[in-house]
């Protein structure tokens, strides 16, 4: 779970600070690979975030990350 402050239009027309949740889920991998090296990968989906893909605003979004980590 993280919160962030983001701008928010209020009521009245005016522009405002509102702290919101952005809940999330998220999993990983880990595992040896040759050469003394390790090997991550690692997927999250935010379903609190506000994207906006070209047919309109829509929540949620995805993140995946590869690493190849080595001791010299």
């Known amino acids: 779970m993280a919160w962030v ?5 209020k009521d009245n027309g005016q522009v405002g600070n509102q702290m919101d949740a ?5 999993a990983g991998l880990i595992s ?3 050469g003394n090296s390790e090997v991550t990968l690692d997927y999250s989906y935010n ?3 506000l994207r906006n893909s070209g047919g ?3 929540f949620g979004g995805h993140s995946v990350i590869f690493t190849w980590s080595m001791e010299f």
């Open 5 to 9: 402050d983001r701008l928010r239009f």
């Open 22 to 26: 952005l809940p999330s889920v998220g």
């Open 32 to 34: 040896g690979a040759p």
């Open 47 to 49: 379903f609190g975030i």
């Open 56 to 58: 309109g605003p829509q």
